[in-house]
């Protein structure tokens, strides 16, 4: 992916459902490394922004993502959700299941 300063990233991550039950709601989190990567073509993403802070410091232009989001299914298809990508980024979602 390219990020904000139109540098190519890599992006790695989990998602896990932390807490579910039977009315509809799912606590969930996805957390993710955002960054430089050994190929040529990721050798930039540490030039700008939270990446360069990140490469001052260990070498490595990264960025984390940690977001933890509330979920509510209507249906086995049918959900939407919010959350927050810390530090503090609020995400709305609408989700369409082809299960």
């Known amino acids: 992916m ?3 300063f139109d540098d ?17 709601w799912v606590l969930k989190g996805v957390y993710a490394y955002t ?6 073509a990721f050798s930039h993403c ?7 802070t ?11 993502y940690l977001y933890h989001g ?3 299914n209507f249906t086995d298809y049918f959900g939407v959700e919010g959350g ?9 979602s609408v989700q369409w299941s082809f299960r």
């Not at 896990?16 to 009315?23: A, G, P, Q, S, Y």
């Not at 960054?35 to 040529?40: M, T």
């Not at 990140?54 to 984390?64: R, Y």
């Open 2 to 4: 390219k990020n904000s």
């Open 54 to 64: 990140a490469k001052k410091i260990t070498g490595i232009g990264f960025s984390p």
């Open 35 to 40: 960054g430089e990567f050994f190929f040529d």
């Open 8 to 24: 190519r990233c890599l992006t790695l991550g989990v998602r896990r459902d932390w807490l579910k039950n039977d009315t509809g």
């Open 70 to 72: 509330l979920q509510y």
């Open 46 to 52: 540490g030039d700008s922004g939270t990446y360069r």
């Open 84 to 92: 927050i990508i810390v530090p503090a980024i609020f995400v709305m």
